[in-house]
């Protein structure tokens, strides 16, 4: 197998990863408050009540972002030398999680106050 060949499965392995860890996130969230799988920030963790809506929240936002990125990245599959691929699709795999933390972040912040309770 060619350098070339080779680089371009890495690309379409990891474009195939931006849309099924954020699908296996969204379809199985975590139920009860942890250190290892969730959207995990103080505040988040703070009661049940907002691990779950941040939990919720960020998987939904995540999920779109990351199916927004998954069409773009095929798309650019198909049209970009494998090496230059790589590179966009590296420096991209991390946008929408980024973006889906960022909004998160501020939706907990207009639902809850700084001890958690619901406005």
Not at 23 to 41: D, E, L, W
Not at 45 to 55: G, S
Not at 71 to 96: E, H, K, R, W, Y
């Amino acid at each position: 197998m060619t350098t070339l060949n080779s680089m371009s499965l890495i690309c379409l392995g990891i474009i195939f990863l931006m849309i099924i860890l954020p699908t296996i996130f969204y379809c199985f969230p975590p139920k009860k408050i942890n250190a290892v799988y969730g959207y995990r920030t103080a505040f988040s963790m703070l009661n049940q009540d907002t691990w779950t809506e941040a939990n919720t929240y960020f998987n939904r936002k995540h999920l779109q972002f990351a199916t927004f990125n998954f069409a773009i990245s095929l798309g650019l599959f198909f049209v970009l030398p494998p090496l230059t691929l790589l590179t966009i699709v590296a420096l991209s795999t991390t946008i929408p999680a980024l973006l889906a933390m960022l909004l998160t972040s501020k939706h907990l912040e207009q639902i809850f106050d700084d001890k958690g309770q619901r406005r």
